[in-house]
């Protein structure tokens, strides 16, 4: 069965800073990946997704990923944080041979900004 | 353009009480239909799935069931609330085009059981 671990439940960064969250995979082939961004009290938007291709993968706000099938890994990384970027960050999951019809998401990483 | 509904927003029900939760889509035809639970802490759960009306897949026993009455309309419902029905219920849809699929989310409905 395909699992999703992110270690960090909590990250503080400052204000401009970098910033990596983390996210490891189990399956047994390259699945679909995602990272999915929630505010407070709403839904979840897609920040972006690797089906295939270039291991490097650019999403909107600033985001980017790189998938490294070596580690398992697809970690999210902005260089440069702004404090709207304060959210809850998950990655996702799903079996290539089903398309995505289910998704295995991570218990997700809150992130705070500090001026 | 695409957009998902979600209501209510909020709801605060007694325990034992029934449950109706409604999720609809604009926009797009034979979308495939999802209902997630999130619990503090705990990242999402996949409770149901449809990929056509009236076709409802269940992924974890419960208390809830699903029903789809029309292409683009998902329901969630009880017939007696426990309070470990608390939390977060997202909807989402997808479209079986090709591979590249990506699942979008509603707003979302807090519920609270008392």
């Known amino acids: 069965a395909q699992s999703v671990t992110q270690p960090d439940i909590h990250i503080t960064v400052s204000e401009g800073a970098s910033l990596e969250l983390r996210c490891n995979y189990s399956y047994g082939a390259t699945p679909y990946l995602f990272w999915y961004v929630q505010s407070p009290g709403q839904g979840l938007q897609l920040l972006l997704k690797?089906?295939?291709?270039?291991?490097l993968v650019q999403g909107i706000k600033g985001f980017e990923a790189e998938f490294k099938r070596s580690q398992s890994s697809f970690n999210l990384r902005k260089p440069s944080v702004h404090w709207s970027d304060a959210a809850e960050y998950f990655c996702?999951?799903?079996?290539?041979?089903?398309?995505?019809?289910?998704?295995?998401f991570g218990t997700g990483t809150r992130l705070t900004i500090i001026p | 353009s695409q957009t998902i509904h979600q209501w209510p927003a909020t709801l605060v029900q007694p325990v034992g009480s029934p449950l109706s939760l409604e999720c609809t889509v604009e926009?797009?035809?034979?979308?495939?239909l999802y209902w997630y639970r999130q619990a503090a802490g705990r990242g999402l759960q996949l409770l149901f799935y449809s990929v056509g009306i009236g076709q409802i897949s269940s992924e974890v026993p419960q208390n809830l069931s699903a029903s789809r009455p029309q292409d683009r309309q998902f329901i969630l419902s009880s017939k007696k609330l426990l309070l470990s029905d608390s939390g977060f219920y997202l909807c989402?849809?997808?479209?079986?085009?090709?591979?590249?699929?990506?699942?979008?989310f509603g707003p979302g409905t807090r519920l609270l059981v008392l």
């Open positions: 989402a849809w997808s479209l079986l085009a090709g591979v590249q699929e990506t699942q979008y």
């Open positions: 690797y089906f295939s291709g270039d291991t």
């Open positions: 926009g797009t035809s034979n979308p495939n």
């Open positions: 996702a999951v799903g079996p290539p041979d089903f398309g995505n019809e289910k998704l295995t």
